[in-house]
């Protein structure tokens, strides 16, 4: 079973206010994966508030921009997820979330690694060299400039995208890509987006297809299987 997107959901808030994401028809067993923060850099922590059962994978906190990403395995539909301000009135906020479908369905969904990136230019998303075929890498980044319009990346779809306008300004983005051969690696950078203090990460996770005893019959796992794909 190929990693499928169920929803990609870009929210943004300014005056300090929280971010609430509606997420679209959410199952048992869905992954769901949230970014971003805030800018200006405070002693609130980002990331989610509510529901329970987030778990975090990687989380800067420096005084240009406060990020965090997290992730959780449903075990009951969540309708939405409320996610933190700074409590500073002048930082802007912004997340991205992904709901996704036929990841692996025990332990975590991740491999490869986290890969990270905190420096000042164009959004650039690091390398992540993958373990299984058909992983789906997530990029995902954010920065402290107002640019409405980051673009793409190349060879990356599902593209979201946004920013808000503050005293401390913030631009958060993300996309997805699903390599079909183990080992690939790429990195890129989002074609239109302004230069700022930038943090971006990238992860793979683990379609359900690679659990022991079970058998990917469509075509996309037999290509994989043959050392094919696109």
Not at 11 to 37: M, P, Q
Not at 61 to 89: F, H, I, Q, Y
Not at 173 to 199: D, E, F, L, P, Q
């Amino acid at each position: 079973m190929a990693i499928t997107i169920v929803a990609s959901v870009l929210g943004t808030a300014a005056g300090g206010n929280n971010v609430t994401l509606a997420l679209n028809s959410t199952a048992i067993d869905d992954i769901v994966v949230t970014w971003g923060g805030f800018a200006g850099g405070t002693a609130t922590a980002p990331g989610v508030i509510s529901p329970t059962g987030y778990a975090s994978v990687w989380v800067n906190d420096s005084a240009a921009l406060d990020t965090k990403l997290e992730w959780k395995r449903l075990t009951a539909a969540d309708p939405s997820v409320l996610l933190a301000n700074s409590g500073d009135v002048a930082d802007a906020v912004g997340y991205v979330a992904y709901v996704l479908r036929g990841v692996v369905p025990t332990g975590s969904p991740f491999q490869g690694g986290t890969q990270t990136s905190i420096a000042t230019g164009v959004p650039n998303v690091p390398s992540i060299v993958t373990v299984t075929a058909n992983a789906m890498v997530l990029a995902l980044g954010a920065n402290d400039i107002l640019d409405a319009t980051p673009g793409v990346l190349d060879r990356f779809s599902a593209n979201i995208g946004g920013s808000t306008n503050d005293t401390d300004d913030l631009s958060v983005g993300g996309a997805a890509s699903i390599i079909a051969v183990a080992g690939s690696t790429y990195a890129s950078v989002w074609t239109t987006w302004g230069s700022g203090v930038y943090n971006t990460v990238a992860v793979a996770l683990t379609p359900a297809s690679v659990v022991a005893g079970v058998v990917d019959t469509s075509l996309t796992g037999f290509l994989a299987s043959m050392g094919a794909g696109a």
